[in-house]
């Protein structure tokens, strides 16, 4: 990721770029131009054609060569599914022979996690990285908004804004760690055939510019990811100038012509007062001609490259699934939730994968009962990061035992697809976190194995030392045994580098990396609980013949086995940003709730009052007692946070405080 010299931003936001005259933009918009789409838009024949795609990567690769740069191009649908994979001779035969993660390229170097590993781009490391750029922006867009990898680069930092001293971490903070490959949700696609998805991500959500959506009459039907040039795989520690950044401008020519609608784009949504940033670049700062970009050559101008388990070259350029139909694997709900709405996620049968089922103390229709109430509070409540102002949230929403199985699981219309992933991951969280056996179960995993920048093994870290370091914050050395609850936003609180959060100081949250030691690609527990899981399958796309790739259980994977020896209580990872709680029947935990997909106030407030609606028509299920709930904790003389409700949330009512006295 190379960044030219920074512009003015004021020049940037104003729109008053040198010799840029401003006429390409309904261009570029194509058939999104003037669209008015609110979450109704998607259908049967609105899809990426295998022409769309080369269109895309046609257009990419003209502003590589008038950069004169080398640059690998993945494209994707909305659920994932790799269409194409491109690679300009340029980058093999460039200087640079590998993908470097850091987060401060030219920086100290951070020797943790997953920072300044080198992957060989020969081996196939370019294409990884494009297509996690692509699967966010496909991922976290939806027709209410449209988000870039910059976007994630700006809500997942320590502080929010970045650089901006003394604030709180971004909303999203950790969301990168989630459609990992070995997620137990997220599909794979070890057979080309199958385009059913969520389809897994190989390095996670990326923070890198160069990732952005694709739209086709209003509605996202995938994105496009680009690594070119220098190929550091990194994210924007300072967004108080403009870059030009050589991915970003490559990528954004991909979207011409598929590009989100204006009123639709992030920086038209705020997030506590503060504006979203899609893009440092514009449609007039290309250099190519994207009306008639250049036919691209196979083997003369550049090559599809395979991916293993993610995309095979001799399948050309691939069409993608038509969003909400059964083929895409998320279609509506026909049985379940009658009058919400809702979608529930199918195979390739078209069967559900995830009904309400009973567990080992919730029976099947209490399942279903909390998330209809769920999916209820959802549809009134009045959506943070979707446009028009006044739209419903748009979520989705999971249920699970307490030994972390899936209960059930279903979302809303037009809800974005990495809210799915992520809900179970918080859903299961919370119920870890507030089990009794809790700090057992870290404590008795297997240690996580970092890697020297050329993959070779360097140190270890037990995950006990940070059940350790929340009983010396504590001064409990029953802490993570004595049974309080824990949501998500208690267990974030723990876990960033500055605690209290939005207080810079010398103190770390107990579930954090250690300053100096933190950072986006370096979380702490959260990271390195999945470290070997993911590490193993990087190690498998290098080399697929002769290292097998990782199961479906993130944690617990003993380095460098591909098979974890843990429960499956957290099967995708481990999630520290709000939106979920758990659930108790009286005093006994029964499971846990997980909610994602929109403002992170709205996520805590369906979750919780899902539960609570749940318990008023039923009468065997509540909330966490308030006598137990982790507020009552002050940890450090610093009072954690249980859930944090928006005002005045509902579109259809003037309540205030919604979840006061619950």
Not at 72 to 97: C, F, H, K, P, W
Not at 175 to 203: E, H, I
Not at 231 to 258: P, Q, V
Not at 651 to 658: F, L, P
Request: glycine share 10%; charged share 20%.
């Amino acid at each position: 990721m190379r960044v030219l010299p920074a512009l003015l931003l004021s020049l940037t936001l104003s729109g008053c770029l040198p010799g840029g005259d401003r006429d390409n933009q309904d261009g570029a918009r194509g058939s999104n131009a003037g669209s008015r789409c609110d979450g109704s838009c998607a259908n049967a024949s609105t899809f990426l054609s295998p022409a769309d795609v080369e269109q895309v990567i046609r257009q990419a690769a003209a502003e590589a060569k008038a950069l004169n740069v080398g640059a690998t191009i993945a494209v994707v649908d909305r659920v994932g599914n790799v269409l194409a994979a491109y690679r300009m001779d340029e980058v093999l035969t460039g200087s640079v022979g590998e993908v470097t993660i850091a987060s401060n390229p030219g920086g100290t170097p951070i020797a943790a996690g997953l920072e300044s590993l080198k992957l060989p781009i020969s081996a196939g490391a370019d294409a990884l990285a494009a297509i996690a750029k692509a699967i966010t922006g496909a991922y976290l867009s939806s027709e209410g908004n449209g988000f870039s990898t910059r976007v994630a680069s700006q809500i997942v930092q320590e502080h929010f804004n970045p650089g901006e001293r003394n604030q709180p971490a971004g909303p999203l903070f950790g969301v990168q760690f989630s459609q990992l490959p070995c997620s137990d949700f997220s599909l794979d696609a070890s057979n080309p055939a199958t385009l059913v998805g969520p389809k897994r991500s190989p390095l996670g959500l990326s923070a890198d510019p160069g990732g952005f959506p694709l739209y086709k009459n209003g509605t996202p039907v995938g994105g496009i990811g680009v690594i070119a040039d220098d190929f550091i795989y990194s994210l924007d520690k300072n967004i108080s100038d403009s870059d030009r950044d050589f991915d970003e401008l490559i990528a954004l020519a991909g979207t011409f012509g598929y590009a989100v609608p204006a009123d639709r784009q992030a920086d038209h949504i705020t997030v506590d007062a503060k504006t979203l940033r899609y893009s440092d670049v514009d449609f007039d700062d290309l250099s190519a001609n994207l009306t008639s970009p250049p036919a691209l050559v196979l083997g003369v101008d550049g090559l599809l490259v395979s991916v293993p388990d993610y995309y095979d070259s001799a399948n050309g350029y691939l069409g993608g699934q038509a969003f909400g139909e059964a083929a895409s694997g998320v279609r509506p709900d026909t049985t379940h939730f009658p009058g919400r709405d809702a979608f529930v996620f199918v195979d390739q049968a078209n069967m559900e994968r995830f009904p309400p089922s009973a567990g080992s103390a919730l029976t099947a229709a209490e399942v279903r009962t909390l998330i209809d109430q769920a999916l209820s509070v959802a549809n009134r409540a009045r959506a943070q990061i979707r446009r028009p102002l006044g739209s419903p949230a748009r979520v989705t929403i999971s249920v699970v035992d307490i030994d972390g199985s899936v209960l059930g699981i279903a979302r809303s219309r037009d809800a974005p697809v990495f809210g799915a992933d992520v809900s179970l991951q918080k859903a299961r969280t919370a119920t870890l976190f507030s089990s009794s056996d809790a700090a057992d179960f870290i404590s008795n995993l297997p240690d996580t194995q970092y890697l020297t920048p050329t993959l070779t093994q360097s140190t270890t870290v037990q995950l006990v030392d940070y059940v350790q370091n929340v009983i010396n914050l504590t001064g409990d050395a029953n802490a993570l045994r004595d049974g309080i609850a824990f949501a998500d936003r208690s267990g974030g609180n723990l876990s960033r580098p500055f605690y209290p959060d939005g207080i810079d100081s010398a103190q770390t949250g107990p579930l954090s990396k250690a300053q100096g030691e933190w950072s986006p690609f370096s979380t702490g527990l959260q990271l390195d609980m999945s470290m070997n899981a993911i590490v193993r399958h990087l190690l498998h796309e290098f080399d697929p013949t002769n290292v097998s790739d990782v199961g479906k259980n993130c944690v617990g994977v003993p380095f460098p086995s591909d098979a974890s020896i843990a429960s499956a209580r957290a099967a995708n990872g481990i999630q520290i940003f709000p939106g979920s709680v758990p659930v108790y029947r009286g005093l006994q935990l029964v499971g846990g709730i997980g909610v994602s997909g929109d403002g992170v106030d709205q996520d805590d407030m369906i979750a919780f009052l899902g539960v609570h609606q749940a318990g008023q028509i039923l009468g065997t299920l509540n909330n966490a007692p308030a006598s137990i709930r982790a507020d009552t904790l002050s940890p450090g003389g610093v009072r954690l946070r249980y859930i944090s409700c928006p005002q005045s949330p509902f579109n259809d009512s003037d309540e205030q405080d919604a979840c006061a006295g619950k």
